[in-house]
């Protein structure tokens, strides 16, 4: 089924050979391409180092932020070429990003932190999403007059999301959600994320670490290594891909699980990169 969408649906977001450079030497990303369709959770997956970061600065418009540049290729997004667009741009065309580590304003309130978010919309919307928001994380509205600097990690996470729905964005890309985050926690913001595609059908673009449990609520991912797409397929596949769960998630091919010690030190034979 995912397969025949992705054959005639018309995508999102769609990447074609994209090529990063940082400060005119330094290669982060090579002919990457991959595509979103409307409606689905795809996950942007690959050990740190692996270019995912980078992708997602690139299709919101903030490469030049850190010297980076996009040196060939094509970005294009509800139909309309962004590969040359100002970050503000983007934004008010729909697409809207969650930033590795929340990046939020740590002296300001929760609500205040969302009405930034929200700067481009009328007094009457604002107040309609921020009500939005709050039922989606109900543990915010109780802490909505709290400096946001002293929220726990998972609900800080939670204010970054929300922040970024206050634009009622078209597709929302999440940078690392899980990052620093308990495994209580992360099993919380996931619920989340998914409800978020489930209930309000919207479309999201997901990079993260964790495989395990992105390949659980995505619909179809794409594995980077080195710069570059090595493996891509209907998350149901790659979760049963014997090479991705035990490189991945850490499950060894006799079913045994691997400890993080034997997956950091055993030697990286992925069949695709031969």
Do not use: C
């Amino acid at each position: 089924m995912i397969d025949s969408q992705r054959k005639f649906a018309s995508p999102l977001l769609a990447v074609h050979n994209l090529k990063v450079v940082y400060d005119g030497a330094i290669e982060a990303l090579r002919d990457v391409s991959f595509q979103v369709l409307p409606g689905q959770v795809v996950a942007l997956l690959g050990a740190n180092g692996a270019g995912k970061s980078s992708v997602l600065k690139a299709v919101s418009g903030i490469l030049d932020s850190e010297e980076g540049e996009i040196e060939k290729g094509e970005i294009s997004f509800d139909g309309a070429s962004i590969e040359r667009m100002a970050a503000d741009r983007i934004v008010g065309m729909g697409l809207t990003q969650v930033p590795e580590g929340r990046q939020l304003f740590a002296s300001m309130t929760v609500e205040e932190n969302l009405i930034v978010g929200g700067h481009r919309r009328t007094k009457s919307s604002l107040n309609e999403r921020r009500e939005y928001v709050y039922s989606l994380f109900p543990r915010l509205a109780d802490r909505r007059n709290q400096l946001s600097g002293y929220l726990s990690g998972g609900e800080q996470q939670m204010v970054a999301i929300g922040r970024a729905l206050m634009n009622d964005p078209k597709l929302l890309a999440l940078d690392e959600p899980s990052l620093g985050l308990a495994p209580l926690m992360v099993k919380e913001i996931f619920s989340h994320i998914h409800r978020l595609s489930q209930d309000a059908n919207l479309t999201i673009l997901l990079v993260e670490q964790n495989a395990a449990k992105a390949l659980a609520i995505a619909d179809y991912a794409y594995i980077m290594e080195n710069g570059r797409v090595m493996l891509e397929g209907p998350a149901s596949d790659l979760q049963q891909n014997s090479d991705v769960r035990e490189f991945y998630l850490g499950v060894r091919r006799s079913g045994e699980v691997h400890s993080m010690r034997d997956i950091k030190h055993y030697k990286r034979r992925k069949r695709w990169l031969s």
